[in-house]
């Protein structure tokens, strides 16, 4: 069965930090891409970020740029989303997604574009607040 497991959500401080890993289990993630897409209260799910199977591509929301990183570790198996700079607006449930599409080597178009990805995690709560 494939799976894929967020974890490192928690609580933090306006300002703090936090990385979030995105794992599979049940298969590789080597040719997949792989995005992360947040809920917050109250509002639609949203994509955030995006990471092509060869790293060679990456797209960030504009909400997030210059604060967020996204890279992988290929031999773990593990997508990371480093969040820096953390407001109280980033509390939600993050959530990572996979996809093999054209070899995982393309990120969508459009960020918020879910229907891209195959494969989804059961999200990890990130509270930012003081």
């Known amino acids: 069965q494939l799976q894929i497991v967020e974890s490192g959500g928690g609580l933090v401080q306006p300002g703090g930090s936090l990385r979030l890993s995105c794992s599979a289990s049940?298969?590789?993630?080597?040719?997949?891409?792989i995005g992360w897409f947040r809920r917050a209260p109250g509002s639609e799910r949203g994509g955030i970020s995006c990471i092509s199977s060869n790293s060679a591509n990456t797209d960030y929301a504009e909400s997030v740029k210059g604060r967020f990183a996204i890279s992988r570790d290929n031999a773990k198996n593990t997508v990371y989303l480093q969040m820096n700079s953390l407001k109280v607006e980033d509390t939600a449930i993050y959530y990572c997604?996979?996809?093999?599409?054209?070899?995982?080597?393309?990120?969508?178009?459009?960020?918020?574009?879910?229907?891209?990805?195959?494969?989804w995690g059961q999200g990890t709560q990130v509270t930012v607040s003081s």
């Open positions: 997604a996979a996809t093999p599409r054209i070899s995982g080597l393309v990120c969508p178009h459009n960020i918020n574009n879910a229907e891209w990805y195959a494969y």
């Open positions: 049940g298969f590789s993630l080597d040719n997949y891409a």
